[in-house]
């Protein structure tokens, strides 16, 4: 059975004193079976930690830089992020393929190292407008999927979270249908059992994101495929992110 995630992506939101406003007006009612986490920026991460170290609730990081230490000026490794207690490390979001020219080999090292650091990745993929218009999104996915697994056991893969994240439903208000997003979200785990094997299959967790609230977060949850959601916008606010956590 796989454990639902419901993931806030602040991404280039909210000082600490603002992140501190946030944490304390936060309250929740633990529910089994459902995770919630936080994955603010950089800045926050030890806020997060103070304030949410003795709940359920898990914090992560946006991004990471594939090697463990060195010369990489103004980058923050593997190691840094679980010293501070992250759980899982978004990789490969389309925000920094995008503007920051990130490819998929280079998302798949960061993958990889975030697992050999004991946590979990949230592998990001998603098509353009365009991609989506040429019937390109199966290959633009399956080769981003493809690449991030190609160095990792099928052990490995199991743990692996993939998010889904239509770049065009991005901060758009306008989200995929539940119908469509599970229909690529079926097309992810076949293209993971054919890398990886059932198991690896079966266990993968599979969120949607893309413009999600609380008026639209149940019909994401009912789909067969879909675990979870990585929200933007929507976790900025305590009383929208209690909402979603409440209905999920
Ligand atoms: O990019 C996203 C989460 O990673 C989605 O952002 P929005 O929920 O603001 O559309």
């Avoid at 306008?174 to 979200?185: F, R």
Wanted: charged content about 30%.
């Amino acid at each position: 059975m796989r454990k639902t995630l419901i993931a806030g992506n602040w991404k280039m939101n909210l000082t600490v004193t603002e992140a501190e406003k946030f944490f304390k007006a936060f309250k929740i009612q633990k529910k089994e079976g459902t995770e919630l986490l936080f994955c603010p920026p950089f800045t926050d991460i030890p806020i997060a930690r103070f304030f949410l170290d003795r709940s359920s609730i898990r914090w992560g990081a946006q991004n990471v830089y594939p090697e463990e230490k060195g010369a990489f000026t103004g980058e923050i490794s593997a190691p840094m992020l679980k010293d501070l207690g992250c759980s899982y490390v978004i990789c490969g979001h389309s925000e920094r393929r995008q503007i920051l020219g990130e490819s998929d080999e280079f998302v798949a090292r960061k993958v990889k190292a975030v697992l050999e650091n004991d946590m979990i990745p949230i592998l990001c993929v998603g098509e353009t407008e365009e991609e989506r218009k040429e019937g390109q999104t199966e290959e633009r996915i399956g080769s981003e999927i493809r690449t991030a697994l190609f160095a990792l056991s099928k052990e490995e893969t199991a743990k692996m979270v993939i998010a889904y994240e239509p770049i065009w439903a991005i901060g758009s208000g306008q989200a995929a249908t539940p119908k469509d997003a599970e229909e690529i979200a079926s097309f992810i785990r076949k293209t993971v059992k054919e890398a990886a094997g059932k198991k690896a299959a079966d266990e993968v967790r599979i969120l949607y994101g893309g413009s999600v609230n609380g008026d639209n977060i149940s019909h994401f949850l009912k789909q067969k495929n879909i675990d979870g959601a990585l929200i933007g916008g929507a976790s900025l606010k305590p009383d929208t992110m209690i909402d979603i956590y409440n209905k999920a």
